[in-house]
């Protein structure tokens, strides 16, 4: 539905949605920039379209959340600001200044120019915004990944801090910079935007860098706590192997008491079956155990052990000081 003139009619919701003004009737957003403000919008539409497809979304356009018409002509109304020929300057005020860029706008480009680097300004601001937003998102979430916000990126509501970020940098950097030719102004724009975009990865590295360190320093407290649990384990674990090293130690004792009375009533009634003669010194076919009698454990089958603890001792031989802790 387009008029003999080739657009559509007005109002229409053409308007908002594909051109980015606020209302269905577009001429309502020209109240403070004036038919300037259209002029600029058409440049910026026909001779920047490196410009233009950044706002569009279907082309995947990096600012194409903040609407192209009424942020052109906010732009505009930036400027004129700037270049103190705005409605709210004082024209005496106008008059006497001395701006060191003055020289440059005896090119008559030099306007539509500034408006197209402000733009190019503007969407950089945009995209260095997302990746704060990003960071800050990914810091809530680790350390209140239970009650963090959904992620929303950069919206329509970031535009006044947008605008305000771009304006100092037109202010500051690039018409402080004292541009007297219009190329001069272009090759300035040009080392700036080198200079945002660096500074912008070094940011995101650094922060990244930082929520990477983080992660590792819990990572590292949460292997202390778990080794401090294994430690507690282990200990528990070799405390109960003790007791029960130590209960069969006092059965082995226990036995061996019993077993050495037996051996005695036996030797007393003259039963002696070779066993009691290992206490007269000769050899006891039960006092030679499997190995060497200078190895450790031998001596539990001794007659001449009377001691319990030696019996302990020997279940343990050089093994048993791996149970002391």
């Known amino acids: 539905m387009v008029t003999s003139k080739g657009l559509p009619p007005i109002p229409h919701p053409f308007w908002v949605s594909r051109a980015g003004f606020q209302q269905n009737d577009p001429v309502t957003d020209f109240r403070s920039g004036g038919v300037l403000s259209l002029a600029m919008l058409l440049h910026i539409v ?18 194409s959340v903040l609407p192209l018409g009424i942020t052109s002509i906010n732009v505009t109304d930036m400027l004129a600001k700037l270049l ?9 005020d106008a008059l006497l200044s001395s701006k060191p860029f003055w020289r440059m706008f005896s090119d008559p480009n030099a306007l ?14 945009v995209v260095e915004l997302g990746k704060e937003k990003k960071l800050e998102h990914l810091e809530e979430i680790k350390h209140n990944s ?21 304006e100092k940098r037109v202010r500051d950097d690039l018409l402080g910079s004292a541009p007297k030719t219009v190329e001069e102004m272009k090759s300035i724009a040009g080392r700036l935007k080198v200079k945002y975009m660096k500074a912008s990865d ?39 192997m003790n007791v029960a090293v130590n209960s069969v130690a006092g059965q082995a004792g226990g036995f061996w008491g019993k077993f050495k009375d037996k051996v005695g ?15 007269s010194g000769k ?21 001449q052990t009377n001691s319990v603890e030696n019996s302990d001792a020997a279940l343990g031989g050089k093994d048993a000081d791996l149970m002391q802790f």
């Open 283 to 303: 050899t006891s076919t039960l006092g030679k155990w499997p190995h060497d009698a200078n190895t450790h454990g031998a001596d539990i089958c001794n007659p």
């Open 146 to 166: 239970k009650n963090a916000e959904e992620y929303r990126g950069v919206t329509v509501f970031d535009f006044p801090f947008i605008l305000e970020r771009t």
């Open 84 to 92: 103190m020929f705005s409605k709210s300057v004082d024209k005496i």
């Open 202 to 240: 070094r940011y995101e590295r650094v922060a990244m860098k930082k929520l990477q360190s983080n992660d590792t320093e819990d990572f590292m407290e949460m292997g202390e706590l778990i080794t401090e649990s294994v430690k507690e384990g282990a200990l528990g674990a070799m405390t109960a």
């Open 265 to 279: 009533k036996s030797h007393l009634n003259g039963k002696g079956n070779g066993i009691g003669m290992a206490n």
């Open 46 to 63: 026909e001779s920047a379209p490196h410009v233009h497809v950044r706002f569009v979304r279907n082309l995947g356009g990096d600012a």
């Open 112 to 125: 539509l120019v500034l408006q197209e680097l402000a733009m190019d300004m503007l969407c950089d601001v």
